[in-house]
């Protein structure tokens, strides 16, 4: 890795040009390239010492920054794993995992690494993302970043969104049903089932009943109008907080449900036990080594790796920046270990036809068994968590480029997402009620009706 640096440092502006760099605003300097402004305008951000501690109270240390950036970098891919597994074979699966995540972290380290020599000498600030496009490359790229940033991170938020109404409605319902509430079904609605299983729809059902969840148990609990609307005022007053340190300790909250989501879903694992043949291909459970589908796995890989355009906003943030590339690679780890344990997992223990695996795959899972609803509730926290942070990140990067201040004031930013969480949750109706706009959504696993 010391090349690397190397040669990172090689193709970055000498260290006198850094100087430069940070200069009053809008100098071109020597250098050739405009001089950084500083677009944070945040006077209390104080950094003491040449080991780049950032000790003040919009710093975090490194547990925080590790947890929150692994429960950001998931986001929603998650529930996806199963099914891309399915679609490139074992072997090749774990392949193509392995191959993803290096890239990643290779890329997202080169990033740290030009952040951290484009960093101010004497306030130590270190510049946005945004800041490193205009300086290294040059205005169009600023630009082009802005613009694909703002488009991933909206869509990013808009399918959270969507998520968290699904894991709520279908959690409420369930609670329902458990406290009695079943009495309530109309009964044309529920069939009874034979079997263990209910192979014909590719659920993996454990009760006697099925019930069709895509109308709800309780009146006025609705899926297309009530849950959108129900998040804005949640959201609103988080999202008008000022500082990160808030957003990443919420973030690695967020974290501690997926340890819990990964001890429920091991309890699924043993109870469903081994279904794996990799010799018999006319067995149901038959696992391939290699398909030609696998497109499907790296493609959805590119997006679950994807977080370059927050790495240096969330890193900037970390107490000792000496600890960043460590951080960053635990990071990535703790990810890989978690697609792995989901994905490989539940392909091998599925005890269904392995084609049966949806894209998302809540859709496997019946509304009216206890660990699905567990599962369902942390995934809706885990959500909750991911949602302020990332929608921070998105906040920081808009206003920083369009009024060269990451926060502009209280009244200005409460507005502005005033106006996005109500455009979000108009979206987020019509788009609940558009099935094949979900479908056409780039995000692929928007869960369906
Ligand atoms: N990687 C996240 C989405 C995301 C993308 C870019 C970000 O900066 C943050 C989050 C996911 O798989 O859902």
């Not at 986001?75 to 597994?85: E, R, V």
């Not at 949806?358 to 019946?366: I, S």
């Not at 987020?428 to 928007?446: F, R």
């Amino acid at each position: 890795m010391n090349t690397d640096i190397n040669e990172t440092a090689r193709l970055l502006p000498e260290n006198s040009c850094n100087q430069q760099l940070y200069g009053s605003s809008k100098q071109t300097g020597p250098c050739g390239v405009d001089n950084l402004r500083n677009t944070d305008g945040d006077q209390d951000a104080k950094i003491v010492n040449s080991n780049y501690q950032v000790e003040d109270e919009t710093s975090q240390n490194s547990a925080v920054t590790i947890f929150s950036f692994w429960n950001m970098l998931m986001g929603t891919s998650l529930l996806s794993m199963p099914w891309a597994f399915q679609q490139a074979g074992m072997a090749q699966g774990i392949i193509v995992q392995v191959v993803m995540c290096g890239l990643a972290v290779y890329t997202a380290y080169l990033l740290l690494i030009a952040s951290e020599k484009l960093t101010d000498p004497v306030t130590k600030k270190a510049p946005e993302y945004t800041e490193m496009c205009r300086n290294l490359v040059g205005r169009w790229a600023e630009w082009l970043n802005i613009l694909a940033s703002t488009v991933i991170l909206a869509s990013a938020l808009i399918v959270y969104w969507i998520l968290m109404v699904e894991l709520l409605y279908n959690a409420v319902n369930s609670v329902y049903y458990f406290a009695g509430g079943l009495n309530n079904i109309h009964h044309s609605n529920v069939t009874n089932l034979t079997g263990e299983f209910d192979n014909e729809r590719c659920m993996v059902q454990e009760k006697t009943f099925s019930y069709d969840p895509s109308s709800s148990l309780i009146p006025g609990w609705n899926k297309n109008l009530t849950v959108p609307l129900l998040f804005i005022p949640i959201f609103l007053p988080i999202l008008l907080l000022k500082k990160m340190s808030f957003f990443a300790k919420l973030g690695a909250l967020g974290a501690l449900s997926v340890f819990a989501l990964m001890s429920i879903v091991f309890v699924k694992y043993v109870q469903w036990g081994w279904n794996a043949d990799f010799a018999n291909t006319k067995n149901k459970h038959y696992i391939p080594q290699i398909l030609g589908s696998f497109p499907s796995l790296s493609g959805l890989l590119g997006m679950a790796y994807f977080i370059h355009n927050s790495v240096t906003t969330i890193f900037k943030h970390n107490r000792n920046q000496g600890n960043n590339v460590r951080d960053l690679k635990i990071a990535y780890m703790l990810v890989l270990i978690t697609y792995m344990f989901i994905g490989l997992g539940v392909y091998l223990t599925f005890p269904l036809q392995k084609s049966c695996i949806k894209q998302n795959f809540l859709e496997n899972l019946p509304w009216n068994d206890y660990l699905s609803l567990a599962v369902q509730v942390l995934l809706f926290l885990r959500m909750v968590t991911v949602y302020p942070i990332v929608a921070y990140i998105l906040r920081v990067q808009i206003f920083a480029a369009l009024v060269g201040n990451e926060y502009p004031g209280y009244v200005k930013c409460k507005k502005s997402i005033a106006y996005i969480s109500i455009s979000f949750a108009v979206r987020d109706v019509i788009v609940v009620q558009t099935k094949p706009l979900c479908e056409l959504t780039a995000l692929s696993n928007i869960p369906s009706k």
